[in-house]
């Protein structure tokens, strides 16, 4: 089993900006992608950022330019760095690891953007 720790959510700002984290812990041989993504009220789940291990990384295109996506592979950490956070980037955001043929996902972490 793999669990995943999300930290960094919050309340911000239009403009302001918030730094995401997550941590991978237990039964990890070898994390291929690892990445976020969001859901907000009424909508479906979607893919914001992703990284690979060799640090290939994709984005959303409402994101690109705003977030940047980084990993640390000692820590099995991946960050989210967001940036000229807009009222449309409130959700929930989710991480994943993708363990093998497994994606395993954090709990959640709510980011509100908002005056």
């Known amino acids: 089993q793999v669990q995943l720790v999300e930290s960094g959510g919050g309340l911000v700002q239009p403009g302001g900006s918030l730094r995401l984290s997550c941590a991978a812990s237990g039964s990890i041989f070898s994390i291929y992608a690892m990445g976020w993504y969001r859901q907000a009220p009424g909508k479906q789940r979607e893919l914001v950022a992703r990284?690979?291990?060799?640090?290939?990384?994709n984005y959303a295109d409402s994101v690109k330019g705003r977030f940047t996506i980084s990993r640390d592979n000692g820590k099995n950490t991946v960050y989210l760095q967001m940036n000229s956070l807009k009222s449309e980037d409130t959700a929930v955001y989710y991480c994943?690891?993708?363990?093998?043929?497994?994606?395993?996902w954090g709990q959640g972490t709510q980011v509100t953007v908002s005056s």
């Open positions: 994943y690891v993708s363990v093998g043929p497994t994606t395993y």
């Open positions: 990284i690979s291990t060799g640090g290939n990384t």
